[in-house]
Structure formats: C-alpha cells, structure tokens
C-alpha cells in the first residue's frame, strides 16, 4: 500500500515540474510571442470583420443580410452542409470502424483514400468534378441526353463539399477506436449481442464526444468551403453562390459594408464552432477521467 502511495506521490511531483529547465524570462517572452502572434494574426483581424460590417450603420448591415441574394445564399450553405454532413458522418463511422476493429487486404490504401482531401487542392477537387460532369468531361454527353445537370448546380456543390469535408469525421474517430481496443465488443458479442446491438450499445457510447468533435468541424468545413465550390458553382447570382462565394462577388463588387456584412455570418460560425469545439474536449476530458477511476478502480 506505501509503495503504491509512493508511486502516486512521485508521479504527481514529476507531472508537476516544468517541462523544460528554462530560465522564467525565457518562458514569457516565447509566451508573450504566443500572444502577439495570436492578437496580431487572429484575434484583431476577427475584430475588424465585425468593425467594418457596422462602419456605415446597424441599418446598411441588416439591409445586406437580408438581401435576396443573400438569403439565397445562406439557404444553398445551409442545404449543402444539411446534405454532406449527415453523409460524411455516415462514411467516417463506417469507415473508421473499418480501420479500427478489422484487419483486412487493402487496410493502408482505405485509410490513404481517407486522407486524400488533406493534400489536394480543393480547386484540383473541383477540376476533378469537372473532368467528370462537365460537358467535355467522361459522362458529359450522357447527363446533357438525359437532362440531367449537375455542373454548375447543387449537386455539383454538394459532391465537391462533401469530398472536401470527407475526412473529418473518420480521421476524428480513428485513433479513438484503435485506443479503445475492442475487448468492450467482444464482451457484447460473446454475450450474445448483433453487430448493430454492439454499435448502438458499445461502440457508439465509447465514442460520442469524438463524433460529435467530428461533425463540428465538418460542418464548419463545409460552410466555409470556397475553392472547390468556386470552380464547379458557376457563380450563378441568387443560385449557385454560397455565403464565402457571395462574400468574393459582392467584395469585387466594392459593396465592402455588405461583403463584410456577410462575412460577419462566418465569422460568428466560427466563434459559434470554437465554443463547441471547447465544450467538445471538456466533454471528453471528463469522460477520459471517468474512464480513468473505473480503470483505477
């Protein structure tokens, strides 16, 4: 009992020295870099978003908010990230735990297809939809005999955010699942439970605050996406621009109140998502924590 007592006690005085023998002067001046970068290059510009969207009045901002193309525009985001989340989420549970619980032919390939989106261009995604859907492109011929329009549409829109926005989830939940191993499955299944009872009952508990982490930055991914979108939307006024699209229109426009304006929208989605994103690792602070004493216990 002492020497466990003892272990603890070293253990808590090792956890509670500096991780580095640094002279104090040393540590706030890299703190003090930390913040000035951090004020300079994140928190000012934020700032000045909102400064700027309000420069000409309260009036002149809610007049572009309430723009038609601007509703247009927030309704087409609002679709797209409706559509690609829901199934992105769907595609990263599967194949996560695809990667995680099972050792199969082709493992590696999977979890490089996974990370694909991370090192291509999101114009190259959207070249690629192009080559695909367009009228020159392999089933061009085919959509235009059948009536069927996807480039320079919504679909077109969703596809390309979707492809963008595709890894979050899986890449989230991936090492989650591998930590966790699967004893808790076996246990399920050895005690005669279905696959789907094991994932609702097991899996699915062990592994909600990571989803849920998942699903908060797809979904900011996929508002915000602009690269991608920009090449297969077409820029079609009041149809096919979403709020980054409608922002680039209306500041090449030098209508700069109502392009800050709009661009106030994605700044609060981004503070809304940072908020969650905080919540999200208490979240799973505490359940690590949980983990940790019925472990201990």
Known sequence: MSLTTNSNALAEKLQSRDATREAAWVRYLLLTIGLLFFLSCLVLPLILVFVEAFKQGVGVYFQALVHPDTLSAVKLTLLTAAIAVPLNVVFGVAAAWCVAKFNFRGKSILTTIIDLPFSVSPV???????????????????????????????????LATIFISVPFVAREL??????????????????GASGWQTFWKVTLPNIKWGLLYGVILCNARAMGEFGAVSVVSGHIRGETNTLPLHVEILYNEYTFSAAFAVSSLLALLAIVTLILKTWVELGQEKQAKRNDDSASS
Not at 141 to 153: G, T
């Open 124 to 158: 190259i995604a959207g070249m690629m939809l192009v080559l695909i859907f367009g009228s020159q492109g392999w089933l061009g011929e085919w959509l235009i005999d059948n009536d069927i329009k996807i480039l320079y549409a919504t679909p077109a829109i969703v």
């Open 174 to 191: 991936i090492p989650l699942m591998e930590s966790q191993g699967n004893e808790e499955e076996e246990a399920a299944i050895v005690l």
